[in-house]
């Protein structure tokens, strides 16, 4: 799977947009783009995932570059509730451990009051 | 439905004990994989089982070995503990997945906390 690279920490005001950037600049065509989130003691948390195309769910925006060398995960309102440590993920397809996960130290976004 | 669940949720051993840790997957996930989270690092993966067999392993010895049981449920098992072993120990489940399938979101349970002395 592609390395993955990201900020080791963020800053963002309860209310405004977060945007965690990612750059992935080996990926190849049969890779995929995942975040998950980690808060505090949990879990890691699915949040989105992609190709190349622009994604939206409830929880957050996925936006691909064109080249599909980087992505940028979009919080649209943050809360205090989504500090947590963020981890962009590449992952392919083919061969038989195609669950497995390949995470990063990822990025701690925290969101302030 | 009923989450991932792991138990216990915190363990103290010492060194050379061996440690069995267990993982209920949430219902209808028939594959379960290990990760092992070291203090201020992501999750590294361990193994995965699929229908009772080990399929695909992460960079960790033999003395970490696993079973997975008809009802999907798991164990991770870890011989002659090492200080290094101490961290956080995942589970996580995810439902079969149709070769191609791009949807392959693994549910996380909250993970055993492993202290090695």
């Known amino acids: 799977d592609a390395k993955t690279t990201q900020p080791t920490s963020m800053d963002c005001a309860e209310g405004r947009a977060a945007n965690l950037p990612c750059n992935h600049s080996?990926?190849?065509?049969?890779?995929?783009v995942y975040w998950y989130r980690q808060i505090h003691s949990q879990g890691p948390q699915y949040i989105i995932h992609?190709?190349?195309n622009n994604e939206t769910n409830e929880m957050a925006s996925l936006i691909i570059t064109e080249d599909r060398k980087s992505s940028t995960l979009i919080l649209p309102h943050a809360t205090l509730r989504d500090t947590a440590v963020y981890y962009c993920?590449?992952?392919?397809?083919?061969?038989?451990?195609?669950?497995?996960?390949?995470f990063g130290k990822g990025t701690l976004l925290t969101v302030n009051p | 439905e009923t989450g991932v669940t792991q138990s216990p949720t915190h363990l103290i051993k010492t060194r050379g004990q061996q440690v069995t840790l267990r993982c209920s997957s949430q219902s209808g996930h028939n594959t379960v994989s290990w990760y092992q989270q070291a203090l201020g690092q992501g999750p590294q993966f361990i193994f995965q089982y699929y229908r009772e067999e080990e399929n695909g392993r992460g960079n960790f010895p033999p003395r970490f070995s696993g079973l997975q049981f008809p009802n999907y449920s798991s164990e991770l098992n870890v011989n002659a503990l090492e200080l290094d072993d101490s961290a956080l120990y995942l589970c996580?489940?995810?439902?079969?997945?149709?070769?191609?399938?791009?949807?392959?979101?693994?549910?996380f349970g909250p993970g055993t906390r492993l202290t090695v002395l």
């Open positions: 996580a489940s995810s439902p079969l997945v149709r070769v191609g399938d791009s949807y392959n979101e693994q549910f």
């Open positions: 992609g190709l190349k």
């Open positions: 993920i590449v992952r392919s397809y083919s061969g038989g451990s195609n669950y497995k996960l390949t």
């Open positions: 080996t990926i190849s065509g049969n890779e995929y």
